[in-house]
């Protein structure tokens, strides 16, 4: 149908973006309409608003007549009682009233042609549906400007659905004490938000900072109201932090009051209210700071109470009977009114303890784990069943029970006894016993709640609470810290006493959580040579954690300060992670963070360390995972009268680092692509630990003596680190060499040198000494050339590959290549391919191509450019592997080469080349893909041509 336009006229308008059939304080939603403001018309007439429909048809959603005396530039409000086109966009318009081509039009018409010609003025804006639900809230602190307050819903819908791409906030602004919005103060505000949205979090600030009704901190129970600004920063995105007030109202218009107050708002109340916080913790355990374990107790958080009150903390079971307990309850008619309990026995004697009160149809207090007997029952003249809370049967003896073969139930049916064991599934739908005949008799199930502690205090304080543990019979296991106002307390209670059912009905906060009683024992311990990281380890004898067997835990160990104090934002390592009762756990040495204060590794000193219990709070992770130490939270260790004690679960221990050194197997006098020739004679020594001045001595056997092969001499300082010693004595290489640590004073001969032998007093006198072989390796990595892309599965070679023990030349190795970066340095973590397990001397080794890992960054397969790439000799550590055995890339350790002058070169026993990848000429008719023997006819035709014309040349006397 017609298209609206606009004439030259003086006619006039303003129709801006505004809301309807929205939220606002008064409750409610507001009625649909718009206000279109600024009208000027010349003449009487309509103010028309419509819509565009699917079909592109101008709808009228709403309009109203005018005389030309009211449009003199005000603001007018239309009721849309057509609300097919909202939310979207709208059009407002003015049209004089005579020039309608239908004086009957109404809402739903469809605009004529002739009618949109003869619009005077018109503008278009999006006419949004704003939902906001701010539900009253409760905390149990004062809240301050980084604090948050919550809103439960937040919508803005301009119609286009998911596409939709209008930004708001959500303000909150504080009432006067009259109940009025303060629209000029606010809170806080939400970040940037688009169309639906859930559990806002509004971030309170106080703007302005002088107001007179946005004060904080909030503490006190008052009004407050969300109301939705449009964001009109066009840099602005979703999730954008936002200031208060920074993005002005939306207005929110009633077709029949025009726009309301505040725009799309809700109100709300925020009040303070009984309150407690009660977390996962431990008592009875182990405190390094206290030197002994923690008294039984737990500690209640965060407690508010707006009048005197108790602090409550129980368990569910009693101290009479406990889980794996036998009971046996003598249950018997009263006529067909009621059931009756005539004596208990087994754990206990005493009806109090199975019966909350001993009267007709009592009700029973079960305790999960126990075996329950019932005796004396009258039989078929009052079938007993069992049922939840929906009358549903779990264990009858009339009919079929839901639990009836549940082989941990255990149910069993004498006639006039039955038995079961309460287990936890069965308890948790356990909640009356009744006659099947008889409706009368019936009575309730429920499990005791029994006192483990209790504290009184005052009315209107609030912080944490110590409760002392006085009945542990549900420790370590679920507790829950209960508020009940003190003078709503049935009894005079004490630790022990199963609460009633009246005191249950008064608690006017409560928290479940778990109270865990951990053990670690961390043994003083010692160590030859410095401990270095991700390679040692030291032990905790003993770490336990009791009272949730699905619980996992990891161990940290923490470094302490110059006064021995715990460093608890440092660590030098963890455990796997664990859960239960576990022995001899090794803690892997890591230090995080890398740059700290008092977690240097190696650890080349005697120091203390302590062993702390962290609880896993990551549901991806597994029992055995290894995780990085600090990963996850402190499980915090309360203790009675101390609150929690500083780290939680903790033991502390000696680590004593003896003078000492570690030697591995290496290579020396072998290929390497740090220099064109073999690296010096040389072997490495790491991890020295030296306690005075002394003598990193090298032999070798030579029958029966001990030939010096090199020596270096090293002072207390050298703290774990790695020593060079030249080997100037050869003999004994390849082949096994011990390393040795010896004193200075201890050296019988202050001038020993390479080739002597070494005496007997100076052996004596050895502290520390390894034994290790000093192989030599050899490679060559010839360049090679290949006409087409070399992928997995092929083959390149290495010319030469050798590796020799000594006597005995069967050390098992595999021979890998590695890429290169883009600088032409080695990728040490990445490779290309592998040989297969390889012993002594090797000629043409074959390389099978293959990626690993397969997301890497320089190994590609296939090779379709020229590049540099190094091979690398690999030690097979496994005794099973024989010559001949595939093998994978990156299967084994590299085999390190030393030399005199740079310690360990990198790559270990390595050679590069680079393989060309040769592209075909395609101006070759040889390599263009044709057989080669039509190349050769192609020439042949051409020399027979010419010969043919130079005959030519010849019979016609040209010369």
Request: with cysteine; proline share 4%; net charge negative.
């Amino acid at each position: 149908m017609g298209t609206l336009s606009v004439a030259a006229q003086e006619d006039d308008l303003s129709f801006d973006n505004q809301a309807t059939g929205s939220t606002f304080s008064d409750g409610g939603t507001t009625n649909p309409g718009v206000v279109v403001e600024n009208v000027t018309a010349t003449q009487d007439s309509a103010v028309v608003v419509t819509y565009e429909d699917a079909e592109g048809n101008t709808i009228i959603a709403g309009g109203e007549f005018f005389d030309e005396e009211e449009l003199a530039g005000d603001d007018v409000t239309l009721i849309v009682d057509n609300i097919g086109g909202f939310p979207g966009e709208h059009t407002a318009h003015v049209i004089p009233e005579d020039e309608l081509s239908d004086e009957e039009y109404d809402v739903g018409d469809t605009v004529s042609d002739e009618t949109a010609g003869a619009v005077t003025a018109a503008e278009t804006a999006t006419v949004f549906q704003g939902t906001l639900e701010f539900a009253d809230q409760g905390f149990d602190e004062e809240l301050d400007t980084d604090d948050t307050i919550t809103l439960d819903t937040a919508i803005l819908d301009d119609g286009e659905g998911e596409a939709s791409d209008t930004l708001f906030t959500v303000d909150i602004h504080p009432t006067d004490d009259d109940g009025n919005l303060v629209g000029d103060e606010f809170i806080g505000s939400s970040d940037v938000l688009v169309g639906e949205n859930d559990d806002v979090t509004v971030n309170l600030d106080q703007v302005p900072e002088d107001g007179e009704f946005n004060e904080f901190p909030i503490d006190e129970t008052d009004e407050y109201i969300a109301m939705i600004h449009v964001v009109d920063d066009d840099d602005a995105e979703e999730g954008d932090a936002a200031a208060p007030g920074e993005y002005p109202v939306l207005p929110n218009v009633d077709g029949i009051e025009g726009p309301v107050p505040g725009g799309i708002t809700d109100t709300g109340t925020v009040f303070f209210e009984d309150a407690v916080s009660f977390n996962d913790q431990a008592t009875a355990s182990p405190s390094a700071t206290l030197d002994r374990d923690t008294d039984p107790g737990v500690i209640v958080e965060d407690v508010q109470a707006l009048q005197d009150s108790a602090v409550v903390v129980t368990y569910e079971g009693s101290t009479a009977v406990q889980s794996g307990d036998e009971v046996t309850i003598d249950l018997d008619n009263v006529g067909s009114d009621a059931w009756e309990v005539n004596g208990v026995s087994g754990a206990t004697d005493n009806i109090e303890d199975v019966v909350r009160e001993d009267e007709a149809n009592p009700t029973l207090l079960l305790v999960e784990g126990v075996e329950y007997t019932f005796e004396d029952l009258p039989g078929e003249a009052h079938p007993l069943e069992f049922q939840d809370d929906e009358g549903n049967a779990l264990l009858s003896q009339d009919g079929d029970g839901a639990f009836e073969d549940d082989g941990e139930v255990g149910w069993n049916d004498e006639g006039d006894e039955v038995s079961f064991t309460l287990t936890a599934d069965l308890n948790a739908e356990l909640t009356t016993y009744v006659c099947t005949i008889h409706g009368a008799m019936e009575g309730q199930i429920q499990t005791p709640l029994t006192i483990a502690g209790l504290a009184e205090i005052d009315g209107q304080t609030g912080g944490d609470v110590a409760v002392e543990i006085e009945d542990d019979g549900g420790f370590p296991g679920e507790h829950t810290a209960h508020l009940i106002p003190t003078a709503e307390l049935s009894e005079d209670y004490a630790s022990g006493d199963v609460v009633s059912e009246e005191t249950a009905g008064e608690v006017s906060v409560a928290e479940q959580a778990t109270v865990f009683q951990g053990d670690l024992e961390f043994a003083d311990q010692s160590f030859e040579g410095a401990l270095a990281e991700g390679d040692d380890s030291i032990v905790v004898e003993t770490a336990t954690l009791n009272g949730d067997e699905d619980t996992l835990f990891q161990i940290d160990v923490h470094p302490v300060d110059e006064e021995g104090t715990l460093v608890g934002d440092e660590f030098v390592g963890s455990s796997a992670v664990l859960s239960g009762d576990n022995e001899d756990v090794e803690i892997t040495l890591d230090a995080v963070p890398e740059d700290g204060t008092f977690n240097e590794l190696p650890l080349a000193e005697t120091d203390d360390f302590i062993a702390m219990v962290h609880v896993v709070d990551d549901e991806t992770v597994d029992e055995g995972d290894q995780v990085e130490p600090g990963t996850f939270p402190v499980l915090q260790n309360a203790d009675d009268q101390l609150a929690f004690v500083p780290g939680g679960i903790t033991d502390q221990a000696t680590v004593t680092i003896n003078p000492g050194l570690s030697f591995v197997d290496q290579a020396t006098e072998s290929s390497t692509i740090t220099s064109e020739t073999p690296t010096n004679a040389s072997v490495v020594v790491e991890d020295v630990v030296a306690a005075e001045d002394s003598a990193v001595v090298i032999t070798y056997e030579e029958g029966d003596e001990s030939i010096i092969a090199g020596v270096e001499t090293v002072s207390p300082d050298i703290g774990g680190d790695a020593v060079t010693v030249e080997l100037d004595d050869t003999d004994g290489f390849p082949g096994e060499h011990t390393a040795h640590l010896i004193p200075t004073d201890g050296l019988s001969n202050p001038e020993y040198e390479a080739g002597n032998q070494v005496s007997s007093a100076t052996a004596d006198a050895v502290e520390a000494a390894e034994t290790a072989t000093v192989l030599q390796g050899e490679l060559a990595f010839a360049d090679q050339e290949f006409d087409e892309p070399v992928e997995a599965g092929d083959e390149i070679i290495v010319e030469t590959a050798n590796l020799s023990a000594g006597v005995d030349d069967d050390t098992a190795f595999t021979v890998d290549v590695h890429p290169t970066n883009d600088e032409g340095e080695l990728v040490g973590t990445e490779f290309v391919g592998s040989s297969n397990v390889l012993e002594g001397d090797n000629s043409d080794v074959g390389i099978e191509l293959e990626q690993v890992p397969e997301d890497g960054a320089f190994n590609q397969l296939p090779l379709n450019e020229t590049d540099d790439f190094v091979a690398m000799i690999h030690l097979v550590g496994d005794d099973d592997a024989a010559a001949g055995d595939d093998a994978s890339p990156g299967a084994f350790p590299a085999l390190q080469n030393a030399d005199a002058e740079d310690g360990f070169v990198p790559g270990g026993v390595t050679d590069d080349a680079t393989l060309t990848i040769v592209e075909p000429d395609p101006a070759d008719p040889g390599t263009n893909g044709e057989d080669d023997d039509f190349g050769f006819i192609f020439i042949l035709i051409g020399i027979v041509a010419l010969a043919a014309a130079a005959i030519a040349l010849v019979l016609s006397g040209s010369d």
